[in-house]
C-alpha cells in the first residue's frame, strides 16, 4: 500500500502488534488468522498507528480486538463494514485498511456491500473468515455453506453456496486469494501481498468453527479442509504484472515485491493456471466448484 506506512527504527515492540485476550471458542480458526494478521504487520514493520481495522457483526467482526491493539477500530453495524470503510478511505488515504468479515456478513447481508467495493477497488485488505455458518448465533448455514454439507444436527444444506472469490474476480478485484486458517506458512504471504497491493485485495480464508461446524460431513471441518488444502491455499488472481517479479509455473512459487522494496516468496502456490489472467483465474474457480473441491 504505502512504503510510509513502515515503522523503521521507530521502535514498536511485538505487544503493539496484539491485542485483548480473545474471547472466541478455543480452537476457533478465526484466532488463528488474528495471529496470521500481527505475524504479516510485524513482519513488514508497519507502524500500527497507521491501521484502521474495520469490521461488521459475528464472531469474525470481533477479531479486530485481538489484534493490532495500538491501531485504529471501527465496529460497524451488520455488512457494512465496506462503506464505513470506504467512508474513512476518503477521508484518509493515508492509512492501511484492513477489513474483517465473516461469510454471514459479506456473502448475506452485506452482498452488495462486498460487490461495490470490490467493483469499485477500494484501497483495501478485505479478509472473510469463512466457516460457513452464524457461529454467533448459533450454527445456522450461512450462504457460503456448500451444497452437500451436513449440519451438527444432521441437516443437508442443498442450496448453492455463494463463492465471493469467484463474485471478487467477476466483480474487478485485481488480488484474490483463498487461504486456510490452519495453513499459517501460507495466510502469513497471502496477507503480506494483499497488504503490499495498490486496489481491492481480497482474502477468503476458510476458517474452522469448532463448536458448530467441525464434525464430520461438514465440508469446512478442519479435517475435510486439511484433506482439500492443496486446493484451499492459493492465489487465484493477481492484477498489475508489475508486481510479479517471476512467472509462476503450476505448483511453484511466486514472488511479490514488499511495501520495503524486499520480494516475498510465496510457498508451494496451488495453482494451474496464470494468476495473472483474470479470465483463466475465473475458469479454474469455476473448475474446482463444479467439482466441488473448494467451495
Ligand atoms: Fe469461532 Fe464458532 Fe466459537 Fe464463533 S461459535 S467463536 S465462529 S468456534
Redesign the pocket.
Known sequence: HHPSLQANAVGYTRRDYEGKIST??A????DSISAAIIQACWELDIQPHRVAKLSGIG??SKTPDYFLGASHGFNTVHGRMPSVLTGANLANRDLLYLGVSGDGDSASIGLGQFAHAMRRGVNMVYIVEN?G?Y??TK?QFSATADRGSKSKKGVINHDSPVDLVGLALQLGATYVARGFSGDKEQLVPLIKGAIAHQGAAFIDVVSP?????NHAGSTKSYDYVREHNEAVSRIDFIALGAEITASPAPGETIDLPQPDGSIMRLRKLHADHDPTDRVAAMNHVQALQAKGEVV
Open positions: 472466541l471458542c480452537g476457533c480458526g478465526h464472531c469474525s466457516n455458518v457461529g454467533l450454527g468453527c469448532v463448536t458448530f461446524n
